[in-house]
């Protein structure tokens, strides 16, 4: 059974940080492209993020300098370091794992206000 298992989320102050990570079972992690996807309520899902099984990596243009996305292919884990947040990052993150087929988390929620 495939899991994609979130955690990190919470209530940050603009311009703060977090760190959300994704720890994978039931599949051969490295094999997999690894991305992080957000949708704020009323909006669509749009990717973030993503670390290819190569570690090459693309950013949206609205995190690019802000966010890092990183992988540890031993520990089957996918990270996203957040930072100089914005209210308008404020979404539920998904984890997403592609390669021949696709997972997903169910999702953690990041809010960032004052």
């Known amino acids: 059974q495939v899991q994609l298992a979130e955690s990190g989320g919470g209530l940050v102050q603009p311009g703060g940080s977090l760190r959300l990570s994704c720890e994978a079972s039931?599949?051969?992690?490295?094999?997999?492209?690894m991305a992080w996807y957000r949708q704020a309520p009323g909006k669509q899902r749009e990717l973030v993020a993503v670390?290819?099984?190569?570690?090459?990596?693309t950013y949206a243009d609205s995190v690019k300098g802000r966010f890092t996305i990183s992988r540890d292919n031993t520990k089957n884990t996918v990270n996203l370091q957040m930072n100089s947040l914005k209210p308008e990052d404020t979404a539920v993150y998904y984890c997403?794992?592609?390669?021949?087929?696709?997972?997903w988390g169910q999702g953690t929620q990041v809010t960032v206000s004052s």
């Open positions: 997403n794992a592609n390669s021949l087929s696709q997972y």
């Open positions: 670390i290819r099984r190569d570690a090459s990596t």
């Open positions: 039931g599949i051969t992690f490295r094999l997999y492209n």
